[in-house]
T-cell receptor, first 115, second 116 residues
Framework: AQTVTQSQPEMSVQEAETVTLSCTYDTSENNYYLFWYKQPPSRQMILVIRQEAYKQQNATENRFSVNFQKAAKSFSLKISDSQLGDTAMYFCAFMKPSAGNMLTFGGGTRLMVKP | GAVVSQHPSWVICKSGTSVKIECRSL??????MFWYRQFPKQSLMLMATSNEGSKATYEQGVEKDKFLINHASLTLSTLTVTSAHPEDSSFYIC????????????FGDGTRLSIL
């Protein structure tokens, strides 16, 4: 079974600064995908970024980038130029295609962006 | 725009009634959908995997007679909370993904269920 761990229950950052959210996972699979989802107070689940395990290059999406360390089973999210709208819960998730694309979520990190 | 639609978004009802929540994939066919429950300030807990044309697969500890899942078509899965009680009050959310191994899950907007 896969496990996903987010060791930071809460974090805060000043507007325009950079923040990194940590995520580690445990799996014996070789083919899998990793995701970061954002859940603002509206409770919508919004896909932020995804990473294929077979790709060495770290994924980037505008102000969001990841540091994927496959050997260490680490998948951190970096948010640059933080904005007030980035305030949300962030969930790291693991997906195994052989399990019907089922997601395993970490416990979440509550991020507060301060003006 | 949204690719997964979930209704209703908020339900308040009396104890003992049954409540049905719908999850639709809007522009793709989904042979598999997932139902989650989320308590305040906690992560999403997988309840069950909804399989089109067959029985749902429930996670350990989830009562299948309490949470009935039907996936009668490739674009619709329903979750019925039967004889709901206050302890069933929670936020329920579904997800579905486009066909293909590398497709992410898209989520409905969730249903806030309050049982009085």
């Amino acid at each position: 079974a896969q496990t996903v761990t987010q060791s930071q229950p809460e974090m805060s950052v000043q507007e325009a600064e950079t923040v990194t959210l940590s995520c580690t996972y445990d799996t014996s699979e070789n083919n899998y995908y990793l995701f970061w989802y954002k859940q603002p107070p509206s409770r919508q689940m919004i896909l932020v970024i995804r990473q294929e395990a077979y790709k060495q290059q770290n994924a980037t999406e505008n102000r969001f980038s990841v540091n994927f360390q496959k050997a260490a089973k680490s998948f951190s999210l970096k948010i640059s130029d933080s904005q007030l709208g980035d305030t949300a819960m962030y969930f790291c998730a693991f997906m195994k295609p052989s399990a019907g694309n089922m997601l395993t979520f970490g416990g979440g990190t509550r991020l507060m962006v301060k003006p | 725009g949204a690719v997964v639609s979930q209704h209703p978004s908020w339900v308040i009802c009396k104890s003992g009634t049954s409540v049905k929540i719908e999850c639709r994939s809007l522009d793709f066919q989904a042979t598999t959908m997932f139902w989650y429950r989320q308590f305040p300030k906690q992560s999403l807990m997988l309840m069950a995997t909804s399989n089109e044309g067959s029985k749902a697969t429930y996670e350990q500890g989830v009562e299948k007679d309490k949470f009935l899942i039907n996936h009668a078509s490739l674009t619709l899965s329903t979750l019925t909370v039967t004889s709901a009680h206050p302890e069933d009050s929670s936020f329920y959310i579904c997800s579905a993904g486009r066909p293909g191994n590398n497709q992410p899950q898209h989520f409905g907007d969730g249903t806030r269920l309050s049982i009085l």
